[in-house]
């Protein structure tokens, strides 16, 4: 046995904040995006979408389409009349929603698509779309959700004739004494708050490509966060055999949850492939992503809060009406948003009555799909206003009111008013870092006037985030019909190298980096010695993708089983080859040593290479089978992150004008893997946050029309709307996931816009009790509300 | 969002470039640095014909002194004029404005003339053209022109440049000794067009009384506006809060602002008031530490 020398450190891989291997290529330019794959003989395709939001299609002609030099062909719903249903498994009232690829008697939005062009540029493909004919018939546009609930007329004014009411899905849920709560609460606060509609507006556009070959396989390329289900989705559509059928996401430059859909465009160009035996081309411009990529949040809450005066919440209503837009988006539908939303209402608090309802209501726009924290950003919203208000009416601050209503760290596991389980938690730790670091306490005593003629305001918020979205986290957060669980195959080859095939999917995420960090740690083999497939279904691992806080704990959760499977497998086999103890051995950097005497040692490498090809020095094959690889599954148990976060803002009270200055969050996601890449998540969400919370919203006219759809009038935060956001962590590692690991991703958009909106109060107290009821909070917003003071007092 | 088809030519002239605009007729345009033609393009908003190129025309003094004030020449990119130690000099205002102009990658791009022919009423530049006096030399083929900033600007993107005009250079004028100035814009984003602004120049004499005041909004009617009788109400006055209050509610006379996804009119109505008082101030105040 040949010894090495080396040093036996404990090379944890685990917390530390390793470099994204995902960035080399990103920096240098060299990541393949959709729109980067050329095929020989590729054909491009425009679609021609609805002009109207709601009408009856009566004429279709494309003669004159036709007759252009560059047509090759052009697709409608005569040639493909087929679609999808709202994904609906035991799911309460839902009545599904079929959605059709093209449009066929009539159009429910602005932007659904009607005919697929097919010609030899996207520029030639743009000038024949000009040309087709369509003639409409436009019925009344339901273009706002409490309108579209009032009874019609006439079944043409419904946007689904089948769905009477517009109203898919309903539901109610009381737990304790809600009505005697409220009967002996000192305070009461009641409030309609609305949330906007909003786009994840990420950097990549939507874009497919679909490739039929000889050897009847398809390939698909698709800027998309679950590849492997979209593949299961083509299967079905298209009636292909889902063996031949890969789907390939090479790079994704942002998802958000907007690319957790299954699109029309991700059917029809494979459709299209198939029928013309060429590969073909689309890549969504900004216009088409605004108008057809999933929108999200738009939520009308009607919400009260009964209080005792010493800050203790004694109980909630919230009723949440949700404007989902023209379709059921494919799979998660409209109902992404007010289930969770309502579901994450007790937020830290031990408040056991709760009553709310759930309306999804059609309306002749987009369809909602996911999007960072989805629903619950409107309803933490709500809650978070209510409350800001309720502290200024009692007059105690709001930190006092969490401290107050705070679950204790010994009272976990908690079930909470709406059935969710919390696992672990150290809320007042938390609050505690965020307080002393911000220096809240001390910025509260002082004037909020500055000698700039500026309004000083500064806001705080706590949350609690679901995270690691298997299917009992789906039905915690009350969306039943999701079965998510996921798989990690880890294999070692005969160079003692490690391959991880993961069914997640980073987009942003750098799982390629963390979940290899997993299997270093977990192996004990070097972090350079481990490679992660993902987002090739040719050589990934089913799983359903990443979104929702999901893939550390579940794609982290099954590499770790399947890497400890691995080192279990070679353990017993190097204990046969040393002649050692299988118990007395253990692996680190790569290296196999008998504990306590460290010079009894051998490579991983030359073990590895022994079990492939020494058939005298391994184990008898009928003792130990030579393979060293693993496929795990996990779907585990709910998690729950927590955190808080810290705004500081000045205000101009004569324009409206908000800057913000400070910005601090703190964040308790349990085992850190990597801390610079959950930091990345809190910078990234906090980002987003902002934008939902002062900048955006999707402005659709009574005409159901989409008045910003481009980047000129729709506003999303730039590098100079942020200050240099300032991040901290707590660590209460999950006592019920693998590896104590708790997801982080959407923390932000559940928290950071709520302590926008307490700030922007906090600044303008000296008008009164002037508290934001609906996002976003733009300049205009400010002024009324301090006009609305003037108007009070008068 | 590609645009439909168009003919192509690079002008290496100005002079070739008013040949073409004259030959080529109706449905060319000018091409300069595109920052907004090739968007509308895209969106097929615009459909030009034939586009006729003057962003690689390279001319002699981009930006030059001469008596009266600085020329620039109209396919000067933002950003040179931005940059120019002249301009910081004699035009501190000009300077300070265009910095407001987007983004530097787009300042890199677009022109000073065609910001100006663009006349979109929430863009800095043509605000700046009414607030130093400007005139601008406007040429086609085989004539000349000169026009005062006063008269170009005729509503939404629309100029009385004639369809084969182009403006060939700007000259702004230098404001007289003992001049300040001011420029408060306030928009969504850092970069976004305005959703009001206001600008202000003053000149003041030995006893500190104001003898020439310029004050031009943008973002509150179709087209750039000068407060002509707020600028009178300033005349043969000392500064104070009450004369700057005053003169600021004297704007209301001349604007005609709209209701927009962002901001109804009301407010652009009420911050522009307010805008024109932080430039007024600024204005006073730098005129009164200027020799």
Request: hydrophobic fraction near 40%.
């Amino acid at each position: 046995m040949r010894t090495t020398s080396r040093v036996i450190g404990a090379t944890k891989h685990i917390g530390v904040s390793r470099k994204r291997v995902e960035d080399p290529l990103m920096l240098m330019g060299k990541a393949k995006f959709v729109a980067d794959i050329q095929l020989d003989g590729m054909l491009e395709i425009a679609f021609l979408r609805s002009s109207h939001a709601h009408a009856q299609i009566s004429r279709i002609d494309l003669e004159k389409a036709s007759k252009h030099p560059g047509c090759i062909k052009i697709y409608t719903s005569a040639d493909w009349d087929t679609g999808v249903t709202t994904f609906q498994q035991h799911q309460g009232n839902l009545q599904p929603v079929y959605m059709p690829f093209f449009a066929g008697e009539k159009v429910r939005f602005v932007g659904e698509i009607i005919a697929a062009v097919v010609a030899p540029s996207r520029y030639l493909a743009e000038d024949i779309v000009d040309l087709i004919e369509v003639d409409y018939e436009p019925s009344p546009v339901n273009f706002d959700a409490e309108e579209a609930m009032k009874p019609k007329r006439r079944e043409e004014e419904l946007v689904h004739a089948e769905i009477p009411g517009n109203v898919y899905f309903t539901d109610r849920f009381e737990k304790g004494d809600v009505a005697k709560a409220f009967r002996e609460a000192d305070v009461v606060v009641k409030e309609k708050v609305e949330a906007a509609r909003v786009s994840a507006a990420s950097m990549e556009t939507r874009g497919v490509i679909a490739d039929w070959a000889w050897d009847d396989t398809l390939t698909v390329w698709s800027s998309t966060q679950m590849p492997y289900p979209l593949r299961t989705h083509i299967a079905h559509a298209l009636q292909f055999p889902e063996q031949n059928i890969r789907v390939i996401a090479l790079h994704v430059g942002g998802g958000f949850g907007q690319k957790c859909v299954f699109y029309p465009e991700e059917f029809i160009l494979p459709w299209i492939a198939n029928d013309l035996r060429k590969p073909v081309k689309w890549i969504e411009d900004r216009r088409e992503h605004f108008l057809s990529a999933a929108h999200a949040k738009q939520m009308t809450m009607h919400m009260e809060v009964a209080m005792k005066k010493d800050g203790t919440i004694l109980a909630m209503k919230c009723k949440t009406i949700a404007d989902t837009g023209a379709y059921s988006e494919h799979p998660f539908g409209g109902l992404i948003d007010p289930c969770p939303g309502n579901a994450v209402l007790p937020g830290a608090f031990t408040v056991q009555n709760l009553q709310h309802e759930t309306i999804a209501v059609l309306t002749n726009k987009m369809g909602i799909g996911p999007y960072r924290g989805t629903g619950m950003s409107g309803t933490t919203f709500a809650r978070e206003m209510l409350l800001t208000k309720a502290a200024r009416l009692l007059n105690i601050d709001i930190a006092d009111i969490y401290y107050r209503n705070f679950i204790k760290k010994d009272e976990f596991p908690f079930l909470t008013a709406t059935n969710q389980t919390y696992d672990s938690g150290d809320y007042h730790q938390v609050l505690d870092k965020l307080l002393k670091l911000s220096e809240y306490r001390k910025l509260k005593q002082q004037p909020r006037s500055l000698s700039s003629g500026r309004l000083r305001g500064v806001g705080i918020s706590f949350f609690v985030e679901p995270t690691a979205w298997g299917s009992l986290a789906a039905e915690e957060c009350g969306v039943r019909g999701i079965t998510a669980h996921d798989t990690a195959t880890v294999e070692m080859d005969p160079s003692g190298k490690v391959t991880v095939r993961s069914g997640q999917f980073g987009h942003g995420q750098a799982t390629r980096t963390t979940l290899a960090q997993v299997a270093a740690e977990t192996l004990g083999v070097r972090f350079e010695d481990v490679r992660v497939h993902e987002g090739d279904t040719d050589r990934a691992a089913y799983g359903m993708g990443t979104f929702a806080s999901r893939s550390a704990v579940i794609g982290g959760g099954s590499v770790m089983r399947a890497a400890s499977d691995v080192r279990k497998k070679l353990l017993k086999i190097a204990a046969h080859v040393m002649e050692a103890n299988e118990a007395d051995l253990n692996i680190d950097e790569g290296v196999v040593f008998v504990r306590g005497s460290p010079d009894r040692c051998m490579t991983v490498a030359e073990l590895a290479h022994i079990t492939f090809f020494d058939r005298f020095r391994r184990p008898s094959t009928d003792d130990v089978e030579p393979v060293l690889s693993s496929t795990r599954h996990y779907d585990p148990p709910l998690t729950y992150s927590n955190g808080s976060h810290f705004v500081m803002i000045e205000l101009d009270p004569q324009t409206g004008e908000i800057q913000i200055k400070r910005i601090i969050a703190v964040e308790d996601c349990g085992t850190v893997i990597n801390p610079q890449v959950v930091e990345g998540q809190m910078r990234g969400g906090i980002s987003q946050g902002i934008g939902m919370a002062m900048l955006e919203s999707l402005e659709y006219d009574k005409n159901g029309q989409l008045s910003n759809a481009s980047f000129m009038d729709y506003l999303v935060p730039n590098a100079l709307t942020l200050p240099d956001i300032e991040c901290a962590h707590v660590s209460t590692p999950s006592p019920v996931t693998e590896g104590g690991i708790k997801g982080c991703g959407e923390a932000a958009m559940l928290s950071i816009h709520c302590a926008f909106g307490n700030a922007v109060a906090d600044a303008l107290s000296d008008f009164g009790i002037l508290v934001p009821m609906s996002m976003p909070i733009g300049p205009q917003q400010v002024l009324d509300l301090i006009r609305e003071a003037g108007t009070a007092k008068q | 969002m590609k645009p439909p088809g168009f003919d192509y030519h690079r002008a290496a002239s100005l002079d070739e470039a008013c040949e073409l605009l004259s030959a080529c007729g109706e449905g060319a345009k000018i091409l300069a640095g595109g920052q907004s033609l090739i968007p509308m393009m895209n969106f097929r908003l615009a459909r030009p014909r034939v586009l006729i190129d003057i962003s690689n025309i390279a001319e002699p003094n981009p930006v030059s002194e001469e008596p009266g004030g600085i020329r620039t020449r109209a396919t000067t990119v933002q950003r040179v004029v931005e940059n120019s130690s002249l301009v910081q000099e004699k035009l501190p205002l000009l300077s300070y404005a265009i910095r407001h102009v987007a983004h530097t990658q787009i300042r890199n791009k677009g022109t000073i003339g065609g910001s100006i022919a663009n006349a979109d009423p929430a863009s800095e530049l043509p605000a700046m053209c009414l607030a130093l006096d400007a005139q601008f030399e406007l040429r086609r083929h085989g004539a000349r022109r000169t026009v005062p900033a006063a008269e170009l600007f005729v509503t939404y993107m629309t100029t009385s440049l004639e369809a084969d005009e182009i403006i060939s250079s700007i000259l702004f004028a230098e404001p007289p000794k003992r001049s300040g100035w001011g420029f408060h814009e306030l928009a969504r984003r850092s970069g976004d067009y305005a959703l009001a602004g206001s600008s202000a120049v003053i000149t003041l004499d030995g006893a500190n009384r104001c003898t020439r005041a310029r004050i031009a909004l943008f973002g509150v009617a179709a087209t750039p506006v000068r407060a002509i009788t707020a600028e009178e109400s300033l005349l043969g006055q000392v500064h104070s809060a009450s004369l700057v209050k005053d003169a600021a509610h004297l704007v209301q006379g001349v604007l005609e602002p709209e209701s927009d996804m962002h901001v109804t009119a009301a407010y652009r109505r009420s911050v522009a008031e307010v805008l024109t008082v932080r430039a007024l101030d600024d204005a006073f105040r730098r005129a009164l530490a200027a020799r």
